[in-house]
């Protein structure tokens, strides 16, 4: 139906070139039907004033807590580090929550990282501002909203090289990307 539904339309409009790529080539379509709109990301992000010293800010991982997201990636990549744990704070609802409390309390850092459920948008801005990092270790994107989000506000990022993430990040100069689910 979808196929169908695509071959049919006048325009399709994926949020990224990545996007766009799959769908031209799942569905054969004309790429002069195809129209990249990215998707759009609240004024919050950018009203906010980058705070200029971020070294007793959070690390922060925000969206939803799920394999996709690579939230398991974060937690380990956690556990490899050495010396003092930073503030952490993980943002989200999802499905990988108690799973990964559990790791934390493996690897005895339940006490370190913080859960926060969802926060609206001018909360976010204001935390991401404040963060010393946005960590968002995603397998899967068709675009990154959290990683566009992280940057507007003014908040270094490290990612993954996957979908549509070396679109919005330029590999060392607006972020680091790194391979997928290697913590």
């Given at each position: ?7 049919t339309?006048?325009?399709v ?26 998707n ?19 690390m ?31 943002i ?92």
């Amino acid at each position: 139906v979808l196929g169908g539904a695509l071959r049919t339309a006048d325009w399709v409009c994926p949020t990224s070139d990545s996007a766009a790529s799959m769908v031209r080539t799942a569905f054969r379509l004309d790429p002069a039907r195809i129209k990249v709109i990215p998707n759009g990301i609240t004024r919050d992000f950018f009203d906010v004033e980058p705070q200029a010293d971020v070294s007793r800010g959070p690390m922060v991982f925000f969206g939803r807590l799920s394999h996709g997201k690579g939230l398991d990636t974060f937690v380990e990549a956690l556990g490899r580090l050495e010396g003092p744990l930073p503030p952490v704070k993980i943002i989200g609802r999802g499905e990988l929550r108690e799973t990964m409390q559990a790791r934390l309390a493996e690897l005895g850092l339940a006490d370190s990282v913080e859960f926060v459920p969802w926060l609206d948008p001018p909360d976010l801005a204001g935390l991401l501002a404040r963060a010393r990092l946005a960590v968002l270790p995603s397998r899967e994107e068709s675009f990154g909203n959290a990683i566009a989000e992280a940057m507007a506000a003014g908040c270094p990022v490290v990612s993954t090289s996957v979908g549509s993430i070396p679109e919005i990040v330029d590999d060392g100069r607006t972020g680091t990307l790194v391979p997928p689910g290697e913590p």
